[in-house]
Each structure stands twice: as structure tokens, then as C-alpha cells.
Antibody
């Protein structure tokens, strides 16, 4: 079956760039019409969606994070990536990659998730 | 779209019925999903578009609602059902989530 696995540094210093990778196994990341996404959950908060990169290459970013976020896809490695610049302690969270499905070229719901990776922002 | 879930925690026993609520800040036309999340595991999609069960989800999970008020019902709690449940809307951009309801023994 298809599985997602997040990886990256567990500790990032304030003002630095947070970089995470999501490895997709069990199927090609290029297959199907999906919207590959990143989300996070800060302590005591609900989930926050960063946005997506579509299988076809289009992107959408959450306006609240757009200025700091880049989502990428490496089809040769079957990986998804997240880059978040100028981090602060408020960016401490569990970060998830997920696959979003939908119709009419829109991301609707998330049918496949990774287990999450804890990232702490601290000096 | 802001989603508010209640209660924050639901304490129930095996075999009891669980009723979880998700209220949206505006009408979302039934475009709501529910997920189950257990510690250390990936979240799992349970129900989408209010009442459609995702693949492999048992019939004891059901969703209902319209407009701004939505409900996830677990007909008879099994040991595997104690977890956090959260809702998500696809009516507006960005997609947003509720803060979750913990179902505990």
C-alpha cells in the first residue's frame, strides 16, 4: 500500500529555514490526479494546511503562510518537500505530509497521511 | 471558514454511542469530512461530504448535518475507537480544520 514518511531535522534555530522531505512508497508520486500537501499541528492547536503541489505541477499556498513557504516535488526520487523560511518559536509543531484528492482540479480531502515529524524551533 | 468542535473531550464506555459536533462559521454546503487520529499513527479519513464513508470504514461510523452544523456518530464504541476526531471543510480556501474532540474511556 502507499505510505508517506516525513523526515528532516528535529531542531531548527529561529530565523533559519525549516526543510522537510516526505518519501512516498508503494506508488509513483506522479500517478493519478492528486494534490500533495503539507500540514502542521502546533501544541494545543488545530491542524493548519500549508497548501499543495499538484501532480501536474500547479501550486496553491495558504495566504497566511504564502510569503514563507515553498512546496516542491521530485518525481525521480518520489519525494515531496517543504521549505519554511524565517522560522520562529511559533513554528514549533508536528509537520505532516498528506495526499489530497478531489474533482474539478481542486483539493478536497486528505486520504493518505504520514505519521508526522516533530520540529522544534529553539536557539 | 472557522470550524468549532464540541465537546473538547468525550468520556464514554465501550458499547456506548458517541456524538461529536462540528460547527462552521458559515454554511459549507455539506462539504465536510471527519478524520480519526491516534497517537503515533497517521490520521485516517472516516467520512467525507458529510455522510460518505471512506473506503474500509466500518458502518458504525456515520455522518450527518447541513448548513453550519455537522455530527459524527459512532453507534457503539469499540476499543479501537478511542482517539481524537477532527473535522475539515472544503467549501472555502484555505481548507481548515476543527481543533478536535478526544474520545476517551
Amino acid at each position: 500500500q502507499v505510505e508517506l514518511l516525513e523526515s528532516g531535522p528535529g531542531l531548527v534555530k529561529p530565523s533559519q529555514t525549516l526543510s522537510l522531505t516526505c518519501n512516498v512508497s508503494g506508488d509513483s508520486i506522479s500517478n493519478g490526479d492528486y494534490f500533495w500537501s503539507w500540514l502542521r499541528q502546533s501544541p494545543g492547536e488545530g491542524l493548519e494546511w500549508f497548501g499543495y503541489i499538484a501532480t501536474g505541477g500547479g501550486t496553491f499556498y495558504n495566504p497566511s503562510l504564502k510569503s514563507r513557504v515553498t512546496i516542491g516535488i521530485d518525481k525521480s526520487k518520489n519525494q515531496l518537500s517543504l521549505s519554511l523560511t524565517s522560522v520562529t518559536v511559533a513554528d514549533t509543531a508536528v509537520y505532516y505530509c498528506a495526499r489530497c484528492f478531489g474533482r474539478y482540479s481542486a483539493c478536497w480531502y486528505f486520504d493518505l497521511w504520514g505519521r508526522g515529524a516533530l520540529v522544534t524551533v529553539s536557539s | 471558514v472557522l470550524l468549532t468542535q464540541s465537546p473538547g473531550t468525550l468520556s464514554l464506555s465501550l458499547g456506548e454511542r458517541a456524538t461529536l459536533s462540528c460547527t462552521s462559521s458559515k454554511s459549507i454546503n455539506g462539504y465536510l469530512a471527519w478524520y480519526q487520529h491516534k497517537p503515533g499513527q497517521p490520521p485516517r479519513l472516516l467520512v467525507y461530504d458529510t455522510s460518505n464513508r471512506a473506503t474500509g470504514i466500518p458502518a458504525r461510523f456515520s455522518g450527518s448535518g447541513s448548513g453550519t452544523d455537522y455530527t459524527l456518530t459512532i453507534a457503539s464504541l469499540e476499543s479501537d475507537d478511542f482517539a481524537v476526531y477532527f473535522c475539515q471543510q472544503r467549501f472555502g480556501w484555505p481548507r481548515t480544520f476543527g481543533q478536535g474532540t478526544k474520545v476517551e474511556v
